[in-house]
C-alpha cells in the first residue's frame, strides 16, 4: 500500500487512541485542518451526491496527481473527508483506482463507528473522486 507521509502520520496518532471518544475527539481535529472552502466553491456542480450529509470536493492536480480540496456541513464527516484525502490525494488516477476505503478505515480503527449510511457517503465521494481524476 502507497501512503504519503500524511496518511502514516494519521494512521499513528490514531494507533495510540484507547478508544473511540478519543478517537472521535482526534476525528474532530483532523476535520479542522481541512482547508475552508469559499462560497463559489460551495456549489452544486462541486456537490456529491449520494451522501447524507452536503459535502462539496474541489478537484485540482499537481502534475499527474490528485489535490482535492473538501468540506461538509458535519462535524464528524469533515473528519473523515480529511483523513480520507490523506490517502488519496498525491495519487495518480491508477493508484487511485487500488484505494480500497473500508480497510483504510479499518487501519485507523474507525471502521466499526462508520453506520451503513456513512460507508455508503464515503463510497460516493471516493466514486466522485475517481471520477474527477
Request: charge should be negative; aromatic fraction near 4%; include cysteine.
Amino acid at each position: 500500500m502507497n501512503l504519503t507521509p500524511a496518511a502514516r502520520e494519521a494512521l499513528d496518532a490514531f494507533a495510540v487512541c484507547p478508544g473511540w471518544e478519543q478517537r472521535a475527539r482526534l476525528l474532530m481535529q483532523w476535520g479542522e485542518r481541512l482547508e475552508p472552502l469559499s462560497e463559489e466553491e460551495r456549489c452544486e456542480s462541486n456537490r456529491v451526491h449520494g451522501c447524507e450529509s452536503t459535502v462539496w470536493l474541489v478537484p485540482g492536480h499537481d502534475g499527474e496527481c490528485l489535490q482535492i480540496r473538501a468540506s461538509s456541513d458535519a462535524r464528524l464527516l469533515r473528519g473523515l473527508l480529511a483523513l480520507l484525502l490523506l490517502r488519496v490525494n498525491g495519487l495518480t488516477a491508477a493508484e487511485l483506482a487500488e484505494v480500497d476505503v473500508a480497510d483504510w478505515f479499518n487501519r485507523l480503527g474507525l471502521a466499526r463507528q462508520l453506520s451503513p449510511s456513512r460507508s455508503n457517503g464515503l463510497n460516493a465521494v471516493l466514486t466522485r473522486i475517481r471520477q474527477l481524476a
